[in-house]
């Protein structure tokens, strides 16, 4: 069956996959979603022979079905080469009874280099397939991971700009460092006076602008968004569930069919909806655990049924997930509600207008395969301690979310299917909060002490990532008030 992709919102806005991509978010605000799940169409003893870019196409050609072999296979040579610092993209590291999948040896040491590494050429391809001439411009807002990853991804990439914007005193120094530091002709990187929300606004609003992208197209010029909801950013990160499997089926950890259960520390909810979807092609995933830190919006819906944004914002140690509005879930909501559009804009109206809604009985059973886990901050610290102390493993704060999450579910459900944790970031990205979980002491030593020290216990060398920033140049310095953002993009792409 040909896949088509449509609106969450609306049926009738149907796509293809290469169009979808070039759109990022449907015209009515909702996501793209495929018309149905492909199955696998490779068994588990084919795919276990492959390597993670085989394997890559494997799964990707089902959802993108109008890129030709040669398209697809040419965007996955270009993203998944020695950017990683791995043969074979992920690692499987087995500690204290638990799979970790570390999803993060790419260039900016976090799991959202391995579909930020891919996004770039799978735009670029679908500009070209659907005769867009004009250059992409990526506009982002990031609090920190996505736009380090997303300028790292763009980089040098033809036809394309990357603009980032950041809340000049709102990310971590490190994170700041990464950015400022980014190498490559068309990346540019603005900090601007104003907190996250600010940069987000801003640039919501020159998306909106039609003046403003009547100007960029008499330029040669077209917006285009990098963020999560984009579905060249959730098909590939299916490929990562398939593949640990086929690591477990190979390494003889698991028989061929064994069922797993899979943790993801979540924010956005787009790596739990990429398991979720890997899991309906027809990987034998049971329970899917979707584990919250202190924002637990997630965690309460899986209990209650009503989602709630209406409550305090928590800043965590792990910043990543520090989120109250999960985009990604608009397609979950969509897939229970039974494809149904107008069920789904309904309860996204609901979202906006009261920043809450509650799903029907029904819904909440077909929800049955997911399990909401949260971790306060406390525990997480412990977790990483816990870990660090019975098997010499430093995981990251994010990961520690998730590893709690694993424990609690272990303990308590009486389950002993493996468990598949998501790691998600090297903890030399969050090096402070990771060693302050260990021992309080170290918060007297320097950012780059910090590092010295990890790399001394956990005898993980220094990733390159980290290296780089200890001695890059600055690049790029300009800061601007949050009302200038519009005068900054043009003034870029010199088209005023
Ligand atoms: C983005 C991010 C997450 C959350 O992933 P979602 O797909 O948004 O749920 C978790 N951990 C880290 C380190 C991240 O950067």
Redesign the pocket.
């Known amino acids: 069956m040909k896949i088509t992709y449509n609106s969450t919102r609306n049926k009738n806005e149907e796509v293809t996959a290469s169009q979808a991509i070039l759109r990022g978010l449907a015209t009515d605000g909702g996501l793209y979603v495929p018309s149905s799940i492909p199955k696998l169409d490779k068994t588990i003893d084919e795919l276990v022979n492959m390597s993670y870019k085989e394997v890559a196409y494997e799964v990707m050609k089902l959802f993108l079905n109008d890129f030709t072999e040669e398209e697809l296979k040419n965007c996955i040579d270009k993203a998944y080469d020695d950017k990683f610092d791995t043969e074979d993209m992920v690692q499987l590291v087995r500690a204290d009874g638990m799979y970790y999948l570390e999803l993060f040896h790419g260039k900016t040491i ?3 280099d391995m579909a930020l590494s891919i996004l770039p050429h799978l735009l670029t391809t679908s500009a070209k397939k659907n005769k867009v001439n004009n250059d992409i411009v990526i506009l982002t807002a990031t609090s920190g ?2 736009g380090k990853a997303a300028l790292a991804g763009f980089a040098d990439v033809d036809n394309t700009e990357i603009i980032v914007f950041y809340p000049k005193d709102g990310v971590s120094p490190i994170q700041e460092k990464q950015m400022v530091t980014q190498k490559g002709k068309n990346t540019h990187v603005i900090g601007i006076k104003g907190n996250f929300d600010d940069a987000q606004n801003g640039v919501k609003e020159m998306f909106n602008d039609k003046k403003l992208n009547k100007l960029l197209k008499d330029k040669g010029y077209q917006f285009s968004s990098a963020n ?1 909801i984009n579905i060249g950013r959730l098909v590939p990160q299916i490929v990562y569930y398939v593949y640990v499997y086929t690591l477990l089926v190979g390494a003889e950890e698991i028989k061929n069919g064994d069922v797993i259960n899979v943790v ?9 909806l990429a398991a979720y979807y890997a899991k309906r092609m027809g990987l034998p995933i049971a329970k899917l655990i979707c584990a919250s830190n202190e924002n637990k919006v997630l965690y309460d819906f899986f209990e209650s049924g009503k989602y709630d944004k209406n409550r305090e914002f928590i800043l965590t140690q ?1 910043p ?2 520090d ?1 109250l509005i ?1 985009s ?1 879930l608009e397609r979950m909501i969509y897939s229970i509600a039974g494809m149904d559009d107008k069920t789904t804009a309904k309860m996204m109206n609901d979202l906006k207008k009261k920043g809450a809604y509650t799903i029907t009985e029904d819904m909440k059973m077909r929800l049955m395969d997911f399990i909401g886990m949260y971790a306060d901050e406390e525990t997480t610290s412990k977790t990483i301690k816990d870990v660090f102390d019975k098997s010499e493993y430093l995981i ?1 704060t ?1 990961t520690a979310v998730a590893a709690s999450a694993a424990y609690d579910y272990k303990a308590h459900l009486n389950d002993e299917h493996p468990i598949v944790i998501a790691s ?2 090297s903890p030399y ?1 969050f090096t402070r909060s990771v060693m302050n979980s260990l021992n309080k002491d170290y918060d007297k030593m320097s950012d780059f002490e910090l590092v010295d020290e990890m790399e001394k216990i956990s005898e993980v060398k220094v990733p390159e990532a980290i290296n780089e920033i200890r001695t890059a140049d600055i690049l790029h310095k300009t800061v601007c008030e949050k009302e200038d953002m519009v005068k900054e993009v043009k003034k870029i792409l010199a088209i005023d």
């Open positions: 976090a799991f959202k991971d996505t999560s993801v520390p979540t924010g956005n909810f787009g790596n739990i792990s990543s997930m989120i999960s990604n990251d994010h998600t970031a990205k």
